[in-house]
């Protein structure tokens, strides 16, 4: 292929998302299923104006580092800390639950072998996949009715927040090991020393930071850092420490969260990351996405997926609510809020594609749990919220 022809595929890659993704957005659906449709659109499974290629198999992995970065440098710190205890409990549960429901549906359906097998790690991945919770959808909503500050709103943003951080060991630690880079212990090392080795560097750095963009007019200089420190995390991450790359992505953009400055520079990872890298990596996963496979056995399996992941989410952060000292009526809304699922669960299943442990068509399932869980949970959560504002 000529190398000019890149920029036709970018140039339909980057204005076919926008197109649908903004089409998406007017129907109160995140702009991030506009944009992986809009991959399925241009790309093998309908028209086939784009094909997958190394190229953007590698803008795609810059997309989902950065996607990663931003998300630990939204983060707030502060807040975690304070729910404490309580949102520790509830992530705990909110992805052991998941993580075990996903991997039983898994064998159910296609069996699983022993500990150790190719079939136990595609298991398991399903599990994996299920963990993640996207919090932003339910966030809009506790704005709208002004219930982020209360008891409820204040654990589940912090829940989803410290489910993020343990997905992502989690996610390490099974790619670690079906990968061959170690047994479970020595993943379970390495990803102590790499957070370890992180904590470290990360006061030293935040320190250094702080000083001296303390002491100096706000420039671009800032942003050039970040950015540094992120690609830089998730090299040292994967090569020094052999766990994924946005492990380094996440925790680089923790280190930085409490700048004063953090703000700022979160905006202007927006220019390269949410307005061309974060569109190709989830156009991508339309370009990967394959219907070859699609029958009545899978379709069931969808469904069961999907069921499963919805309601693993529910029961677990329910019933860990529940024994944490809220009321049955607060203990469903948390359970409800943290059944979203976005950005992250993509990135997952795609670290898991690239390993061989998810077939491609399994983004259809995910694709279609993003939606339900986007439609559903405002829905619910407004209605729980009216019930008792009317019982009130």
């Keep these: 292929m000529e190398t000019y022809m890149i920029f036709k595929d970018l140039a339909l890659l980057v204005l076919s998302t926008k197109a649908v993704g903004l089409a998406m957005k007017k129907i109160k659906i995140p702009q991030v299923v506009g944009?992986?449709?809009?991959?399925?659109?241009?790309?093998?499974c309908l028209l086939g104006w784009v094909q997958p290629t190394d190229f953007l198999a590698d803008m795609s992995e810059i997309g989902v580092v950065l996607l990663m970065f931003s998300t630990g440098l939204g983060t707030n710190l502060k807040q975690l800390i304070k729910v404490g205890p309580i949102a520790f409990l509830l992530a705990c549960c909110g992805v052991f639950v998941p993580l075990v429901c996903g991997t039983f549906l898994y064998g159910a359906f296609y069996g699983m072998g022993a500990v150790g097998t190719e079939s136990f790690y595609k298991a398991v991945f399903i599990g994996v996949i299920m963990t993640a919770t996207s919090v932003s959808i339910t966030a809009n909503v506790l704005q709208e009715m002004k219930k982020v500050s209360t008891k409820v709103g204040t654990a589940l943003i912090g829940a989803a927040v410290i489910d993020d951080v343990i997905g992502v060991i989690v996610l390490t630690g099974v790619l670690g090991m079906s990968t061959g880079k170690g047994s479970i212990g020595t993943v379970l090392v390495k990803t102590l020393l790499f957070f370890v080795f992180a904590i470290v560097a990360g006061i030293l750095i935040y320190k250094a930071a702080e000083y001296y963009f303390g002491r100096h007019e706000r420039t671009h200089r800032e942003s050039v850092f970040s950015l540094a420190l992120c690609f830089g995390m998730a090299f040292i991450a994967e090569h020094y420490f052999e766990i994924a790359d946005i492990t380094g992505a996440y925790l680089a953009g923790l280190i930085l969260c409490s700048l004063k400055d953090a703000k700022y520079i979160e905006s202007k990872m927006v220019v390269g990351g949410y307005l061309f890298f974060s569109p190709i990596f989830f156009a991508s996963i339309g370009l990967k996405t394959s219907f070859a496979g699609l029958d009545s056995s899978f379709l069931l399996f969808c469904i069961s997926f999907v069921l499963v992941a919805l309601l693993s989410k529910v029961v677990?952060?329910?019933?860990?609510?529940?024994?944490?000292?809220?009321?049955?009526?607060?203990?469903?809304?948390?359970?409800?809020?943290?059944m979203t699922r976005g950005e992250v669960a993509l990135v997952v299943a795609s670290k898991g594609l690239t390993a061989g442990l998810v077939d491609p068509i399994i983004f259809t399932a995910v694709i279609i749990l993003i939606l339900c869980s986007s439609i559903l949970t405002p829905v619910l959560l407004k209605i729980l919220y009216n019930k008792e504002a009317l019982a009130g």
Excluded: H, R, T, V
């Design 35 to 44: 944009e992986i449709l809009a991959g399925l659109l241009i790309g093998p």
């Design 316 to 338: 677990g952060c329910g019933l860990a609510a529940k024994g944490g000292g809220f009321g049955w009526n607060d203990s469903l809304k948390i359970g409800i809020g943290m």
